[in-house]
Nanobody, 113 residues
Framework: VQLVESGGGLVQPGESLRLSCAAS????????MSWYRQAPGKERELVAG????????NYADSVKGRFTISRDNAKNTVYLQMNSLKPEDTAVYYC???????WGQGTQVTVSS
């Protein structure tokens, strides 16, 4: 199982980023996927999750209405669209297959003016 995140970076408050996670080594379409994040000095927290077919999603209260998780099973990729970013969204973001579990290496998102 391999999960490789990309798309992180430095943005200003109010801007957007889209994270991608390319999955390999397993039947991607059979598994729910999640995004977690860890801010400096804080515990990892669940940001968003999506079922295997993409029909059901869930979000942390702190990101509802701003973030959208989606997936393309033909491309073995899960996405996290992040809009209206805030400084408190600054964290390392991880792609996770909770059955296992398996974690990617993470991608840094920094929101700062």
């Amino acid at each position: 199982v391999q999960l490789v995140e990309s798309g992180g970076g430095l943005v200003q408050p109010g801007e957007s980023l889209r994270l991608s996670c390319a999955a390999s080594g397993f039947t991607f379409s059979s598994y729910a996927m999640s995004w977690y994040r860890q801010a400096p000095g804080k515990e990892r927290e669940l940001v968003a999750g999506i079922t295997s077919a993409g029909g059901v999603t869930n979000y942390a209260d702190s990101v509802k209405g701003r973030f959208t998780i989606s997936r393309d099973n033909a491309k073995n990729t899960v996405y996290l669209q992040m809009n209206s970013l805030k400084p408190e969204d600054t964290a390392v973001y991880y792609c996770v297959r909770r059955v296992g579990p398996y974690w990617g290496q993470g991608t840094q998102v920094t929101v700062s003016s």
